[in-house]
């Protein structure tokens, strides 16, 4: 299936969280492909009074038993499971809910991929679910919507497009205009019979309504793609750069809100956030993320997937530099800088411990999230940033549909046109086509596989 195309192998067994990373009360961990009810069985021990197996397509409680260290022999957790053609995805399913501590949910992973189970790739389970007819491209989509959401506007119009607002009212135009192009062809196929061809007025007044139907469509997306959301800021740079001070400071956070600040490396273990203004208004995020460092165990590695994932979703990173890093250390910072994929604006970090001459230059910013200094052009450098992207982006999840959207109007502009001018049925039913295209790549009953390695790339692992 989809084999040599660039997409994953769709018949293997794959394994992943689906809940959000890190330290929880509770953790979903799903399998989906042939064997998963066997491989979570090999591991499942019911507890007393269930059926021989503990599992069934209803929740069961039981114990998951680990295999290689772990500090006790089993996980208490309930599973279930889902037979072929009955799960989101259309596969044989299951999923584990266990308690949410990084090394439980590590074990439980593991031990599943020694049964076979491979880790499964960003939007995996939904690329599966869009190919068994589960769901369609808009409600995929909406998906990575959900996930991505930045405010209630964004999080109810993703909402609204999951349950069929957008793909409900381009599904019954798509059936429109296939009822119009198979009366068009009818008539080109049996012009010596007695099948007439469809009158001018009746073809105008159907394309008008469709036309208008389409119109309000691209408007609704046009609408729903460019949504405001905060310039997001994200600092980064060695531990003990002065990161989280100057992050409290920015974020205009008070003592008790504010990010721990300490001269030991490695206090940020995650990534903080903090949503503000800039003077002149505009809305801004402020990240700080981990420090730069070898993970010395899970969470530290955790820390810095996470800081790096951040600072590639922000709009804008602070490379900071304290005054008095060490020369040798200046390597990581130009590779940063030479490698990243976003705007980055480095500045000397720490500037009330300059007790020399300073290694970035006298053009660099000099600031101090200690004292204030440099805080307020540092500000008006990102407001200028924030002012070359815009107050508005599109959302990546209707940029898509938008494009398909404005293609589709224009055609049936273009058939309009050609019957009111009495153009050939020919020509129209060209443009008619080309329009059904358009819709079906927005629906996805039209796709390649580039393209659905393009839009499931951009979800979570475990979606």
């Known amino acids: ?11 293997d067994l794959i394994v992943a969280l689906a809940s959000a990373p890190g330290a929880a009360r509770r953790a979903v961990v799903r399998l989906s492909g042939k064997g998963a009810v066997a491989a979570l069985g090999a591991v499942w021990k019911p507890l007393p009074g269930s059926s021989a197996r503990g599992l069934s397509l209803r929740w069961t409680h039981g114990e998951f038993l680990p295999t290689g260290w772990f500090p006790t022999e089993a996980i208490p957790a309930m599973a279930r499971t889902w037979h072929q053609g009955t799960g989101y995805t259309g596969q044989e399913a299951a999923e584990i809910h266990c308690l949410g501590a990084v090394p439980c949910v590590e074990a439980v992973i ?71 192009l198979a009366d068009i062809e009818a008539g080109l196929d049996f012009v010596e019979e007695d099948i007439a061809q469809l009158p001018a007025e009746d073809s ?77 208004g505009t809305p801004v995020e402020w990240i700080d993320t981990a420090g730069w460092q070898e993970a010395e165990d899970i969470i530290g590695q955790q820390a810095q997937t996470l800081g790096q994932a951040e600072s590639e ?28 994929r976003v705007p980055v604006l480095w500045v000397l970090t720490c500037a009330d411990r300059i007790t020399g001459e300073v290694a970035g230059g006298a053009d660099a910013l000099l600031l101090s999230g200690l004292t204030g200094r440099g805080v307020p052009e540092l500000l008006q450098l990102v407001e200028k940033e924030a002012k070359k992207r815009g107050s508005r982006q599109v959302a990546p999840h209707l ?3 938008r494009e398909h959207l404005e293609q589709l109007v224009e055609h049936l502009r273009a058939a309009h046109g050609l019957v009111l001018d009495e153009g050939p049925a020919e020509l129209v039913a060209v443009e008619v086509r080309a329009a059904i295209d358009e819709l079906g790549a927005v629906l996805g009953t039209v796709y390649s596989d580039d393209l659905l390695g393009r839009v499931f790339s951009r979800f979570c692992i475990g979606k």
């Open 313 to 340: 979703r922000a709009d804008l990173v602070l490379l900071c530099q304290p005054v008095d890093l060490p020369g040798g250390e200046l390597e990581g910072y130009v590779a940063y800088q030479s490698r990243a």
């Open 1 to 11: 299936m989809l084999q040599g195309s660039g997409l994953p192998n769709l018949d």
């Open 110 to 180: 593991q031990t599943l991929n020694t049964l076979g189970a491979r880790g499964a790739g960003p939007g995996e389970f939904t690329l599966r679910a869009f190919l068994a007819g589960r769901v369609d491209l808009v409600r995929a989509e909406a998906l990575l919507g959900l996930t991505h959401a930045n405010s209630a506007e964004q999080l109810a119009e993703a909402l609204d497009q999951h349950a069929g607002g957008v793909s409900e009212p381009m599904a019954r135009l798509r059936e429109e205009l296939l009822d119009y």
């Open 399 to 401: 940029a898509r549909g």
């Open 204 to 280: 105008l007044r159907r394309l008008s309504g469709m036309l208008a139907h389409a119109l309000l469509m691209a408007r609704k997306m046009q609408g729903r793609s460019l949504l405001s959301s905060e310039f997001r800021v994200a600092l980064v740079g060695v531990p003990n750069a002065g990161k989280s001070t100057l992050f409290n400071r920015l974020a205009g956070l008070s003592d008790a809100e504010a990010a721990i600040v300490s001269h030991r490396p490695g206090t940020t273990r995650d990534w903080l956030s903090r949503k503000a203004r800039l003077p002149d």
